[in-house]
């Protein structure tokens, strides 16, 4: 494996809306017009064969596969890599906003869009990604990032974590934020220690313009190359002897201190209500579900997962003890409710836990309102408690298919069976 890129390129290109072939003649050309050392990385914008042409999304994403079998022979013929994002289909649903990088043997690994820019609606089009990980590479592991991604360090820090000491950015971003253009990846660059490569379009967009400016950024934050506001190309070494240097003397990429204890995730209904109304104003969706969790197993943490990836917060309501006896009998719960809410409290994916005592979470739903309330696929909606309520309120119900087929009572009843045996 080699140690990283030695050079990077951004091609700033101005995206023709929908016409694959125009974008890429215009790669090609602007391609033409270059030299470029062998195991360059070029960096192209987002969705950049495409543009935001939603309403063909599905359509132009099946023509993803022609695009990327062009970009091999290109980097087999020049013995260069790319990267950039293009419209990737799904077996289900929508499509993904997904960066390849792509080399003389094809596609080495792929990032997809983890944050979908709300403001101009791309959830109506787009899926997000689930996991926002390095690229693996023979030049070891990438980061990567799609436009609005940018605005999330915490994307980067897991990445450069990982062992990435490259982050490639593929964006569309706006003129009227250039500033915030070149403070983020600057930012990323400096907090990271890592070299930035960030390869913006340009021209009209819609009713606005693409900011152009694609920057190629040392590990201190210093501008190598910085392009115009129309189409060009920018270039420039990446010398790993210097992100080595200035690591040497302190590492912030190493440094990731336990940021706390997670035992204070478990709060009283009012005490949540306050941090909701907080949380809330700055327009995050708030996700409820609600169980038992008695010997907290695998299929659980998987549906926790899938429930938070629903929304920007998740609240667990915890049948109290009292509440589990009357619904299992007088042999449950095997954990109390203050054990059981410890151990769901160490999951990454919840964010508050809250105990009721009644049979069903129902006053828990109607006092938070939660923008989504999830239950399991099993649970026709029309028995989901609160479902009318959240739905009144202009929230949406989910129903999530459980994906392991474990169960507290299954595993209960296999420790009984072995320990019949023993006797």
């Given at each position: 494996m080699k140690s990283m890129?030695?050079?990077?390129?951004?091609?700033?290109?101005?995206?023709?809306?929908?016409?694959i072939q125009a974008n890429l003649r215009q790669f090609q050309d602007m391609l033409a017009a270059q030299q470029f050392p062998a195991d360059s990385l070029v960096v192209l914008p987002e969705v950049w064969a495409s543009g935001f042409d939603w309403p063909n999304a599905a359509a132009l994403a099946a023509q993803t596969p022609a695009i990327l079998a062009e970009l091999r022979r290109t980097a087999a013929e020049r013995r260069l890599w790319f990267a950039g994002s293009l419209l990737e289909p799904q077996h289900e649903g929508k499509p993904c906003n997904t960066l390849f990088l792509v080399g003389p043997e094809g596609v080495a690994g792929t990032y997809q869009k983890h944050h979908l820019f709300r403001f101009w609606q791309e959830e109506e089009y787009l899926q997000a990604g689930q996991e926002p990980l390095a690229i693996s590479s023979p030049f070891g592991p990438v980061g990567a990032l799609v436009c609005y991604d940018l605005r999330f360090p915490d994307i980067s820090r897991r990445q450069i974590f990982a062992g990435s000491r490259l982050i490639i950015v593929s964006a569309q971003w706006p003129s009227s934020r250039l500033a915030h253009w070149r403070l983020l990846a600057q930012?990323?660059?400096?907090?990271n220690q890592a070299f930035v490569v960030?390869?913006?379009?340009?021209?009209a967009v819609g009713e606005g313009r693409l900011a152009g400016h694609s920057l190629i950024i040392a590990p201190d934050g210093q501008i190598l190359a910085e392009a115009g506001e129309g189409v060009g190309c920018i270039q420039a070494p990446l010398r790993e002897a210097e992100l080595d240097k200035l690591r040497s003397r302190f590492c912030t990429a190493g440094e990731r201190p336990w940021p706390g204890w997670d035992a204070n995730k478990v709060i009283a209904l009012e005490t949540l209500q306050e941090r909701l109304t907080l949380i809330r104003r700055q327009g995050s969706r708030i996700v409820f579900t609600n169980g038992c969790f008695d010997l907290l197993h695998a299929g659980h943490v998987d549906y926790l997962e899938q429930a938070r990836a629903c929304g920007d917060c998740l609240v667990v309501g915890l049948n109290a003890d009292s509440s589990v006896r009357r619904l299992k009998g007088p042999s449950r719960p095997v954990n109390?409710?203050?054990d059981r809410a410890r151990v769901l409290a160490a999951l990454g994916c919840v964010d508050f836990i809250t105990m009721f005592a009644e049979d069903t979470p129902q006053r828990l739903i109607t006092t938070l309102l939660p923008?989504?309330?999830?239950?399991?696929?099993?649970?026709p909606e029309e028995q989901i408690v609160g479902a009318a309520e959240v739905k009144a309120a202009g929230g949406s119900v989910r129903r999530i298919v459980f994906s392991n087929p474990s169960s507290s009572t299954g595993i209960i009843e296999k420790i009984r069976q072995q320990a019949a045996q023993c006797k």
């Open positions: 890129f030695p050079h990077a390129a951004c091609l700033q290109v101005e995206i023709q809306l929908g016409d930012a990323r660059a400096v907090e960030a390869c913006n379009g340009c021209g109390s409710e203050a923008d989504v309330l999830v239950k399991g696929a099993d649970w």
